[in-house]
């Protein structure tokens, strides 16, 4: 890693990523609607129309399953596509080319042929945006064979994580949040990438262990700062990609700590906080002090009212509380 860092905020690490990886090589395309528009992206695409031309970015009509086929078709071709979808929800016109094309390829070709393609989906929350505007719907992607799913909660592990899926041989869904966008960390000059499919354990304890992804571990981090200040020691795990699963920091931290806490801006019922709690029961059972909490989204739609909001999503006190909670 370079000695060579500056402060960055998550959009612009984004940026940085695109920018380098297309730089070092030309197969790499950025495709979909909005690329000319902060509106849209943010600061995730400044630039890149002007370094790389339209041939290399490409703005599209919105026709999210006609975008989406066009970077899995030409990936499978030779290329490396990537497809941004700025609201995550209206991807899903975009379904079939991603589950039953790219997810599929690499087996029913015997491992002879791959799809290395980017499926950028931005989560979009707040904001009064209501129910169709809203949704984080990462589990789903998570449950189908054959893709991997990273959800990067930090500047350093955007720029890492975007350069990784680009260089992946297979599909990968690289999900982020709109609310992380604003958030400044260190981050190296030199294009590096960060490993999918290992977690991070953002900050070490011996209370309790809170096990999150995306913004929730960034609200997690929040927590155990000010949990801190009252004597409470939280081991926060940020997953960053939430398939594969890094089962193995999972389970060593909260066999360690003996209390579970599972995090996830998406909803409770069926999501990855399930398959956390079931992956905890199945394994360390008789390390836990008590049943593994989790705290998601309720199983109801996003409301369009910013006083329902403050109760729908989970900030940094949602978390304080729980923990206290656990903890008596």
């Known amino acids: 890693m370079s000695s060579k860092k500056r402060l960055l905020n998550y959009a612009l690490a984004i940026n940085e990523a695109l920018s380098q990886s297309m730089a070092a090589d030309d197969s790499v395309f950025l495709i979909g609607q909005g690329l000319k528009s902060p509106w849209y992206v943010g600061q995730t695409c400044t630039g890149l129309l002007k370094d790389f031309g339209e041939q290399r970015i490409m703005d599209t009509p919105v026709s999210e399953n006609a975008v989406t086929g066009a970077a899995v078709g030409a990936s499978i071709a030779g290329m490396k596509g990537i497809v941004v979808h700025p609201r995550v929800d209206f991807m899903l016109y975009g379904l079939d080319p991603v589950i039953n094309q ?34 984080a719907i990462h589990s789903l992607f998570a449950h189908i064979p054959g893709l991997k799913v990273v959800m990067p909660a930090t500047p350093y592990d955007a720029k890492g ?86 089962k193995n920091t999972i389970l060593q931290s909260a066999a360690k700590t003996g209390k579970l806490l599972v995090v996830d801006g998406g909803w409770q019922s069926f999501g990855v906080s399930a398959e956390i709690a079931a992956l905890a029961a199945e394994h360390i059972f008789s390390d836990l002090d008590m049943p593994v909490k989790r705290l998601a989204l309720p199983d109801i739609p996003a409301p369009a009212s910013q006083h329902l909001e403050k109760g729908y999503y989970i900030h940094c006190d949602t978390i304080k509380s729980v923990v206290l909670e656990m903890l008596d």
Do not use: C
Request: glycine share 8%; hydrophobic share 40%.
């Open 102 to 135: 790219a997810a599929n390829w690499y087996y029913m070709n015997g491992g002879k042929a791959s799809v290395p393609v980017v499926i950028w989906g931005i989560i979009n929350r707040g904001g009064e945006q209501g129910a169709q505007h809203s949704q």
């Open 161 to 246: 994580l975007m350069a990784a899926a680009i260089n992946d041989p297979d599909p990968v869904v690289f999900m982020d949040d709109r609310w992380l966008y604003g958030i400044e960390d260190y981050v190296p000059e030199e294009l590096y990438e960060v490993e999918i499919g290992r977690a991070a354990v953002s900050r070490k304890g011996d209370n309790i262990t809170i096990v999150a992804s995306s913004y929730v571990a960034y609200e997690a981090m929040r927590a155990a700062d000010q949990l801190k200040k009252e004597g409470i020691n939280v081991e926060v795990v940020d997953l960053r990609t939430i398939k594969p699963l890094d």
